[in-house]
């Protein structure tokens, strides 16, 4: 189950984890507590939150995460989030963004991973790059994130003309 999609309930008997991302936080707290309900992780991502649809951060990112942390928190939910996940292919976003570029990613990133690490300590941070990016001479996964991966939405076998394998 993932951003404005919700299939938690559909999928409770087949997996551990439900993927959240909202910029409206009743409804991202709604979905934490359907979660909970059915013995399963989230992965929250903030993408929503903290980019605008340029992926410059927003302006008030640090207060509305800071707000959903704290109601987190408040409800006792903090074990539920298993992984939070600022953005998803935030190089592929730079590329096509008429807003920022690479660098500047890399300073968002960079600013808005060290205040997801201070609001949520103790949870791995997560993410999920294009598989374009990896064989890149400057491809690189920042050090605060703990889990790393790639997609490929082409063919498990038939990925640019490669196996999905070989991007390993």
Not at 32 to 45: F, Y
Not at 84 to 109: C, F, G, K, T, W
Request: hydrophobic share 35%; net charge negative.
């Amino acid at each position: 189950a993932m951003r404005h999609w919700n299939f938690t309930q559909e999928l409770e008997s087949l997996t551990n984890l439900t993927w959240i991302e909202t910029r409206n936080l009743d409804t991202a707290m709604d979905r934490i507590r359907e979660a909970e309900s059915v013995d399963i992780g989230v992965v929250l991502s903030v993408q929503a939150i903290a980019f605008d649809p340029d992926y410059v951060l927003r302006d008030d990112y640090y207060e509305k995460i800071s707000e959903l942390s704290q109601r987190i928190e408040e409800e006792g939910l903090g074990d539920q989030v298993i992984m939070v996940y600022p953005i998803d292919e935030p190089m592929l976003h730079a590329r096509n963004s008429p807003a920022i570029n690479r660098q500047i990613m890399r300073e968002q990133l960079d600013q808005l991973n060290g205040d997801l690490e201070e609001l949520f300590p103790g949870k791995p941070l997560g993410v999920i790059y294009n598989y374009k990016e990896l064989f890149r001479d400057d491809f690189e996964i920042p050090l605060e994130y703990d889990w790393g991966g790639f997609d490929c939405y082409d063919n498990i076998w038939n990925c640019d003309n490669r196996p999905f394998t070989s991007y390993y």
